[in-house]
């Protein structure tokens, strides 16, 4: 892959490039409530249901964090507060990226267009894009797909948008389940798995690993 150069680089946004706090959060709510092992219980429950949320029909996402808030407080035999819910969903766009991300971006940038399709709002989205120290192409959203990743219906509409097809791009993410699973389903086959620990390797998928976005560059012989 070192001397493919795509169309476009096409990037996860949440947890790939900004860091994605949503156990951060859960810990600052209910963490007096919960000793270390039920905590950690929670933070897998809140994931798993966040995921399990947004496998249906678009709907917007603060009705994902409630939602998968509320079944986690279920499962966990706490009482939920829909406050709680709005408060994690007013934290995403203060997010900033995570501190190797600004300087590789800003390299690849230079050489091929940068473009991000994100379970994000498109009233959310630009806060966290305008940290990440980089020019982006384009920014698409869950809310313009009406779909999120993984569904294939996500990638579907990048490519519309974009008018390339999956041999075009590079697709950049620290989550399997979220895009390279898909990402290798509809036939993107250059892929790079950025490891931030999220999820274990799975050599199936096919992708170049790198440990954050400073190496980025050098899959691109940069």
Not at 99 to 105: H, K, M, T
Not at 205 to 214: F, R
């Amino acid at each position: 892959m070192t001397t493919f150069r795509p169309k476009y680089v096409t990037f996860d946004c949440y947890g790939t490039l900004t860091n994605f706090q949503m156990a951060e959060a859960a810990r600052d709510l209910y963490g007096e409530q919960l000793d270390e092992p039920r905590m950690a219980e929670f933070i897998r429950n809140f994931a798993a249901y966040r995921l399990d949320e947004v496998l249906g029909d678009w709907k917007p996402y603060a009705e994902v964090v409630h939602n998968s808030i509320e079944r986690t407080c279920k499962r966990n035999g706490i009482k939920f507060h829909e406050e709680a819910a709005r408060m994690v969903y007013e934290r995403v766009p203060t997010w900033g990226p995570h501190a190797d991300v600004p300087a590789g971006l800003a390299k690849v940038a230079k050489e091929i267009p940068l473009v991000i399709l994100s379970n994000a709002m498109n009233s959310q989205i630009m806060s966290n894009v305008e940290k990440l120290g980089a020019p982006f192409h384009a920014v698409y959203t869950a809310e313009q797909a009406q779909a999120y990743k993984p569904r294939l219906q996500a990638f579907e509409y990048l490519f519309d948008m974009l008018g390339c097809g999956p041999e075009d791009v590079v697709h950049c993410s620290s989550s399997f389940r979220y895009d390279h699973m898909s990402a290798h389903d509809i036939g993107i086959k250059n892929k790079v798995w950025v490891n931030r620990g999220h999820e274990p390797a799975n050599p199936y998928y096919g992708y170049v690993e790198i440990k954050d976005i400073s190496g980025l560059p050098g899959v691109f012989g940069l």
